[in-house]
């Protein structure tokens, strides 16, 4: 793994996810992760980072997302989350789904599950393993009290048409002003990850949440430079960005 922070107009490598997203270890975090290319992988990178440090981590979501291997059917009782943690830092909890995903546990449930751990980090809408997406009238589902919004997107988009590339692709289309033929470029992906009809869609809604980009897949040098290059329109846009390669 590697992530980097785009800080002071260049590009610094960073040992950690959390350090580059700029998160208080010692406070209590929510944390819902919005659009493709990566969330559920950059979700757990973080949560394994965090429950090391010895915080108690909440993994869930707020419409679907895929399946790990351990994690709690929740049928309402908030017992057996806490008599988990007793032996485990992360735990992830929702309600077994079809085709191998988990489902909501409900907004009010939600809401609750922060008083059990030190974080809670949310995957808040889907992609359907897509790099790019814009969010449909109903997405994402993002709670009032939560602390950061993370927008991912894959730089593995770049040069390929929205219709091919791109969940909701009407949607992407009425953003960028683009046609589904047209191919992603470098500043297409920095306005879906800053604009307010894109990821950064209902951070209003929120208290005082705030908001990190993050470009993933950058797994060579040539994508490194692209990712640089978004990385400056997003700072025009006063959007802090992180750049992430999991490839091991």
Do not use: W
């Not at 950064?200 to 490194?224: M, S, W």
């Amino acid at each position: 793994m590697k992530v980097f922070c785009y800080e002071d107009n260049k590009v610094n490598q960073k040992k950690y996810l959390y350090q580059s997203l700029g998160i208080n270890i010692n406070e209590k975090n929510i944390i819902s992760f919005v659009g493709g290319g990566g969330k559920t992988t950059s979700i757990y990178t973080l949560a394994n980072e965090l429950s090391s440090l010895g915080k108690k981590v909440l993994v869930t979501t707020t419409t679907h997302m895929h399946m790990p291997k351990d994690y709690i059917n929740f049928k309402g009782d908030i017992n057996e989350i806490k008599e988990r943690f007793k032996n485990t830092n992360l735990i992830t909890v929702g309600i077994k789904d079809r085709n191998e995903k988990i489902s909501s546990v409900g907004e009010e449930i939600a809401i609750t599950l922060i008083e059990l751990c030190d974080f809670l980090l949310i995957e808040a809408d889907g992609a359907k393993m897509l790099p790019l997406k814009a969010p449909a009238n109903h997405e994402p589902v993002i709670l009032s009290n939560t602390t950061m919004i993370v927008g991912v997107a894959g730089i593995d988009s770049l040069g390929k048409s929205i219709k091919e590339i791109c969940h909701r692709p009407e949607y992407v289309c009425n953003i960028l002003i683009k046609k589904y033929e047209d191919k992603i470029n470098e500043k297409d992906i920095a306005n879906l990850l800053s604009s307010e009809s894109g990821q950064k869609k209902f951070i209003d809604r929120c208290d005082n949440a705030e908001y990190r980009a993050i470009i993933n897949k950058v797994d060579n040098e040539e994508l490194l430079c692209s990712a640089e290059k978004i990385c400056r329109y997003l700072k025009e846009k006063e959007v802090q960005a992180i750049i992430t390669s999991y490839k091991s």
